[in-house]
C-alpha cells in the first residue's frame, strides 16, 4: 500500500481539485470525515475508512459505507477532546502514512480552518509530511528552511506566519519583499502576499513553527 494518504474532511471542496487527488493511483488510502464522506458517496469513491461523530453527516451514508461497503469506522461520542479531523490525522499515522493530504479543511468555518492548521503540526513532529489544499491555498507547516521553486508553486502568492511565538533570524531570498535576519512575531502581516522574483525562493530561520500558505485568486 502506498505511504500517501488523503483525508476527506467536511469542509468546502470543490470537484475538481477534490477528484483530481482522489483519482490518482498510487493513492494508498481514502479516510473520509464525517460530512466529508457525503462528498465521496457523490462520486462514487469507496473510502477505506470513515471517522467522525457523525452528527453533520448522512447517517444513511454512513450506513452505507459500513453495511454494504464493510468500510472500517471509527465512530466517537460528539463529547470528545479532539476534532473529527485530527481523529483521522492520528488514524492515518498509525496506519503508516508518509504524506498526507487533507481536503476539505476549508470553507465558511474559520475554527475549524485554524484547528485544522494546528493539527498539521501533529505529523510534522514525527516527520510526516502533511498538506491542507484547496482550489486557491496550500497550507503546510516548516520547522526547518526551506526553498520554494516557482515551477512547482502552488499559485502567485506566498505568504508566512509565526504558529508558535517569535522566529528570529528569518531570511527571504529570491522574492519581491526579501527580508534579512527578521524577527517575525505572531502579531503583523508583515509577510503576507509575497511574490517570485526568482526562480527560487529561500527561506531561512533559526528557531520556531512557520506556516506557510502557497495561494493564488483563480
Not at 50 to 79: C, H, L, M, Q
Not at 105 to 128: E, F, Y
Not at 136 to 147: A, C, E, V
Not at 186 to 207: K, Q, W
Request: glycine letters at 8%.
Amino acid at each position: 500500500m502506498s505511504s500517501e494518504f488523503v483525508i476527506v474532511s467536511g469542509g468546502k471542496l470543490e470537484d475538481e481539485i477534490g477528484l483530481k487527488i482522489l483519482k490518482k493511483e498510487h493513492i494508498g488510502c481514502v479516510i473520509g470525515v464525517d460530512k466529508g464522506i457525503e462528498f465521496l458517496y457523490k462520486h462514487d469513491i469507496v473510502p477505506s475508512y470513515i471517522v467522525g461523530d457523525f452528527d453533520s453527516a448522512s447517517k444513511e451514508i454512513a450506513t452505507y459505507y459500513r453495511d454494504e461497503k464493510n468500510v472500517a469506522v471509527k465512530e466517537y461520542n460528539p463529547v470528545k477532546d479532539a476534532s473529527d479531523t485530527e481523529m483521522a490525522i492520528r488514524l492515518a499515522m498509525t496506519l503508516g502514512a508518509k504524506s498526507i493530504i487533507i481536503l476539505g479543511a476549508t470553507g465558511k468555518r474559520l475554527d475549524h480552518l485554524w484547528a485544522n492548521v494546528q493539527c498539521l503540526s501533529i505529523p510534522m513532529k514525527k516527520n510526516i509530511k502533511a498538506v491542507i489544499l484547496d482550489g486557491y491555498n496550500r497550507i503546510s507547516l516548516k520547522d526547518q528552511d526551506f526553498t520554494l521553486k516557482r515551477e512547482e508553486a502552488y499559485g502567485n502568492y506566498f505568504s508566512v506566519f509565526s504558529l508558535d511565538g517569535e522566529i528570529h533570524g528569518v531570511t527571504i531570498e529570491g522574492c519581491k519583499y526579501p527580508l534579512n535576519n527578521h524577527r517575525l512575531t505572531p502579531y503583523d502581516s508583515l509577510c503576507v502576499s509575497n511574490e517570485f522574483v526568482e526562480d527560487e525562493v529561500s527561506v531561512s530561520f533559526r528557531n520556531g513553527t512557520m506556516i506557510l500558505m502557497e495561494t493564488k485568486d483563480k
